[in-house]
């Protein structure tokens, strides 16, 4: 198990920035690999972004693509979630979790790819 904690979250206008950050602790980060969700209010959760172990690899969201980036810092145990260009269809609570297993570049988007999960920092974005 990875224990995971979330930070970085509040209130932004919209076109605004935010980077989120997840710290972890437990077993070995670099095997893991990280991505974000987020869930709405009255909404089912929703894949954000995720990267493999090396940090070379992401994937994102079409709604996300070219707004956020995901990164990892593997000797700060550390992944990031840089938000640019926020919308209010933005807002919701962002979790950050972990994945001990390899998954295709399809089902590393399902959260059932990842083990552990933090408690959720929130983000809202005002018009």
């Known amino acids: 198990q990875v224990h995971l904690v979330e930070s970085g979250g509040g209130l932004v206008q919209a076109g605004g920035s935010l980077r989120l950050s997840c710290a972890t602790s437990?077993?070995?980060?670099?095997?893991?690999?990280m991505g974000w969700f987020r869930q709405a209010p009255g909404k089912e959760r929703e894949f954000v972004a995720a990267?493999?172990?090396?940090?070379?690899?992401?994937h994102y969201a079409d709604s996300v693509r070219g707004r956020f980036t995901i990164s990892r810092d593997n000797a700060k145990n550390t992944v990031y979630l840089q938000m640019n260009s926020l919308k209010p269809e933005d807002t919701g609570l962002y979790y950050c979790?972990?994945?001990?297993?390899?998954?295709?570049?399809?089902?590393?988007?399902?959260?059932?790819?990842?083990?552990?999960w933090g408690q959720g920092t929130q983000v809202t974005v005002s018009s």
């Open positions: 979790a972990a994945g001990s297993t390899y998954y295709s570049d399809y089902l590393i988007r399902s959260g059932a790819a990842y083990d552990s």
């Open positions: 437990g077993r070995t980060f670099s095997s893991y690999a």
């Open positions: 990267t493999r172990w090396s940090g070379r690899s992401t």
